[in-house]
């Protein structure tokens, strides 16, 4: 079994219209879930270090589009296709969360 550095999921729920806490789908994070796979496939650096997994609902529903990386259990709320990059560089890279995206609890 390969020893991933991160295991990073990527909430994907999709609530019915109208409902209170809105959903990930709703905001983006199809757009967040394909700028990650697209900028680990173009980073072998990556490739046998970050595993992504799409999920139903992570919880900080209002916070979407929401993401937990793992093992450090770093949430991000509020993630945009944009802001990929820097999570790549920073986080994966670099060792160091995105501040200004992460959910404190």
């Not at 990930?24 to 757009?31: I, N, P, S, T, V």
């Not at 072998?44 to 093992?71: D, F, H, I, M």
Request: charged letters at 20%; hydrophobic letters at 35%; one cysteine or more.
């Amino acid at each position: 079994m390969p020893a991933w550095k991160h295991h990073v999921f990527v909430c994907t729920n999709k609530r019915p219209p109208g409902h209170p806490k809105g959903s990930c789908a709703d905001r983006g994070c199809a757009e967040v879930a394909a700028a990650l796979g697209a900028a680990l496939e173009q980073d072998e650096a990556l490739w046998e270090n970050v595993k992504l997994q799409t999920s139903n609902c992570l919880g900080p529903c209002r916070a979407g589009p929401t993401l937990v990386v793992y093992p450090e259990g770093t949430w991000y709320g509020g993630v945009t296709a944009a802001d990929v990059p820097e999570i790549v560089r920073e986080h994966f890279h670099g060792g160091r969360p995105v501040k200004r995206l992460v959910l404190e609890g």
